[in-house]
C-alpha cells in the first residue's frame, strides 16, 4: 500500500542506532533530518559523541506527521517543511539523515541527494521489498546515481513492521562527489579575448623559443584578467550580496555577506610571486643550497613580484639570480673558512691549532686549515640525568657545513650514506659524544664548550683551503691552471710552501678546481630551454674578476687583508 503524508511506521531504536553508527557530523554546517514520523533520529544525533561540537541550530527537520512536528517544535527543533518532495531550497547539506519507507521512498532519496553538498553524505533506510525488482525510469535514474556515487547498502531482514506484516529493509550511504571540471563563463570569456590577442600577434618571433616559458607566460596574464575580472564582477554586484535592505533614502547598505580581498596591486603580485617561485625556486635548485643562500632567493624572488613577468624580465633575472648565486655561495664558503681558520679580517696571527701558515703570494700573511681544527662551537647544550642535548647552534654549523661541502666537491657520495642531521640525531640518542662519523667529518663535544672535527675526506679540505686561498689572493690568479714549470719564480715558491710540486701537478692534471664548476655551474636553467638561451649576458664579469675588485675596492691596494 502507498504511505501517505500523514502515515508513519515505527522504526526500532536498534535500526535507528545501526543507521546513526560510525557518522561523524562533528561541526558540520547544516544537517538535514527527514524523520518519515521518527522522531528518534533528532535526538539520537544530538546525544551522539559525533555531533559533540555543533549547534542545535545546524539542524533542519523535515516531518510530515503534524502531532510529531509540533512536538519537536516545542522541544526547539526546527521544523522546515512536512514533505521532501515539495521541498524547495538553495540551502546544501553536510550530512542529510533519512526514512523513506513508502512506495515513493525512490523518489524521496532521489530528491536528497540533490540536496547535498559536494562531498556530502546521506543516509537512507529504505523498504527494499518496495524496490525490489522496480523497473521505472525513475529507479533506473537513482540506480545509476548511485553506481556513479560512492555508496554501500546493509540490508536488514523483516526489519519493518507494515500493515502487521514483517518486510526487509536498507540501509543505503551514500558520498557525492567533490565537483571537478567546474567551468566559468568569465572565465572562458577571458580565454576566448586572449586567444583573439595572441592571433594578431603569432607572426611575431619570440624572445624565449620555448613552449614552456610561453605556456608559463600565457597562463600568468590569464590568472591576473581572471582575478581582475572577478573583482570588477563582484564590485557591480555587491550591493545584493549585503545583510541590509535601506529604507527610503538611507545612505546605510550593510555590511556585505560575501567578502572579497578586491585590492587588484597586492592579486597581481600575488600571481606575479607564484610564477617567478614557480620558475626559479624548484627542488632541485633548494634541497642543494645551504640555509643563508636559500634565504636570500627567497628574498629575491619576493621583491620581483614588483616585475612584470616577461620574456625580457624572465632572461634578466635568470641571469641576475645565477650571478647573485655565484657570490651567495662563495661568501659562505668564506664564512666557513674564516670561522674554522679561527680569524677574520683583521692583521692577528692565524689560529696555529687550526692552521698551517705559509708564504702567500705577494703577501707574507697566508695560511690554510689543518686537518683537525678545535672550534668554540657549543656542542652540548645539557647532559644532565644520563642524557645529553646537543645545542641547535653547532648542529646547523655542521649541517650548513655539510651542505657547502656538497657543492665544493659536487656530491660525489650516494644516498646511501647519512645526512649530517641523522648522524647527529643518532648519536644524541645514543648519548654520544666522542668521535662522532659524518659525511665529511669526525665530531667530538666537549662540555667544557668546544667542538673539534677532523676531516674525514681530504679532498674536500682540499678543496676549501684552494677556494679560500685564491679568493683572498694568496694563491696565483692562474693557480692550477698553469702547469708547474711554467710558473714564475715567485709563484712556484708560493705553491712549494703551500701544498709542493706533487699536489700541484695532481690539481693541474684533475682540472676540477671548485671555482671553475661554480662559474659553469647552471642553478637557474630554464625548462627545456635552448642551450643558446643560457649564454652569460654580455659584460658580466667571472667570479674570479668581480671578488678581485671588490677586495681592490676594500683595501686601496692590492695587499690582501
Known sequence: MKKTKHESYPISPTITKQMLEGLDYRYSDNILVVTGGNGNFVHEIKKSQAFFGSKDENIDVIESDPALRHMLEEQGIRVVHDDILAFYTLIRYDWIIMASISSDGDAQLMKSLDLLKPGGKCVCLLNAELSRNSHTKLHQLLEKRLLEWHFNQVL??????????????????????????????????????????????????????????????????????????????????????????????????????????????????????????????????????????????????????????????????????????????AEEILDLFREISGVYYSNTKPNSANTVPFTGYRTDLAWKIKPKVALSWRGIRDSSHGEIRYDRHAAEKLCEAEALFDLLIENKLDGSICSTGESLNRAERYVITRNITLRYLKVTFFKKGTTHLEFLDSDVLEQLNIFACRQKGWLPPDYGKTAYEDLDTEARSVVDSFQGEAAYRAVCSRNDLFENRLEAMSLFTLPECPVEILSVAPGTFSIQERWSQQRLLRSGSNRNV
Open 156 to 329: 536488514i531482514p523483516e526489519a519493518l513492521t507494515i500493515d502487521k506484516q514483517k518486510a526487509n529493509a536498507a540501509i543505503v550511504k551514500v558520498t557525492r562527489p567533490e565537483d571537478v571540471g567546474l567551468t566559468s563563463i568569465l572565465l572562458e570569456k577571458i580565454k576566448w579575448d586572449m586567444r583573439e590577442e595572441e592571433e594578431k600577434t603569432a607572426n611575431k618571433k619570440p624572445v624565449i623559443n620555448n613552449p614552456v616559458i610561453q605556456s608559463m607566460i600565457h597562463n600568468c596574464q590569464l590568472d591576473q584578467k581572471a582575478g581582475l575580472a572577478l573583482m570588477r564582477e563582484y564590485e557591480a554586484i555587491r550591493p545584493f550580496l549585503t545583510n541590509f535592505i535601506p529604507f527610503n533614502d538611507q545612505e546605510h547598505t550593510g555590511e556585505p555577506l560575501v567578502k572579497l580581498d578586491h585590492n587588484p596591486n597586492k592579486f597581481i603580485q600575488g600571481i606575479r610571486k607564484k610564477y617567478w617561485q614557480h620558475l626559479f625556486v624548484t627542488p632541485k635548485v633548494v634541497e642543494r643550497l645551504p640555509s643563508a643562500p636559500k634565504h636570500k632567493l627567497h628574498g629575491c624572488i619576493n621583491e620581483m613580484r614588483h616585475h612584470d613577468f616577461t620574456e625580457t624580465n624572465i632572461l634578466a633575472f635568470q641571469s641576475k639570480l645565477q650571478q647573485q648565486m655565484m657570490d651567495w655561495i
